[in-house]
């Protein structure tokens, strides 16, 4: 069975600014942050808000659907999110997509940039020291890391194409 690789990173690490350079590689990509409009709307709730936060497991198990359609592909598959492990495994998604088909890496950035970064969406000091947070969290739970500090996303997309393509857990 080909390899679900999820890349986990809180917000302003770089997930979205990477998705577009990932197509140019032999896996199926796709990033959490897709489905919701522009305004962060997916059938009429605002997901990305924290009011939301009761149908995020939903969400999440949509997610884990989506990812085993895109493995019955026969390729591997990267998906982008913002989950940690057990955010993944508390959605039920084993009955979806085999845990120990998953392999899971961390993408992050030095604290300042993400500052710089989430700054430049408009976000206030409390949201930006909520991300923060969250990828202090993720540097606990996730070893395997992807920086995009210094690095360019054509070079953090053929890091990960390599780790993919590797089988790497």
């Not at 884990?64 to 913002?82: D, T």
């Not at 993720?138 to 920086?147: A, E, I, K, N, Y």
Request: one cysteine or more; a negative charge; glycine letters at 8%.
């Amino acid at each position: 069975m080909p390899k679900l690789h999820v890349i986990t990173g809180a917000p302003g690490a770089g997930k979205s600014t990477l998705l577009q350079h990932l197509g140019a590689y032999p896996f199926a990509s796709a990033d959490f942050d897709e489905l919701p409009e522009s305004d962060g709307r997916l059938l009429g709730i605002d997901i990305t808000s924290p009011s939301a936060s009761p149908v995020w497991p939903a969400y999440n198990r949509l997610w884990a659907k989506i990812a085993a359609m895109m493995l019955r592909s026969g390729r591997p598959v990267l998906i982008l999110c913002p989950l940690t492990p057990s955010e993944w495994a508390g959605a039920a998604f084993g009955d979806v997509v085999d845990p120990s088909c998953v392999a899971w890496a961390r993408l992050d950035c030095v604290d300042a940039d993400r500052r710089a970064r989430l700054a430049a969406r408009g976000w206030d000091r409390e949201q930006i020291e909520e991300a923060i947070k969250d990828a202090e969290e993720l540097r606990c739970v996730v070893p395997q890391q992807f920086t995009t500090t210094g690095r360019s996303p054509v070079e953090v997309a053929a890091a990960m194409a390599d780790w993919v393509s590797s089988g790497s857990e």
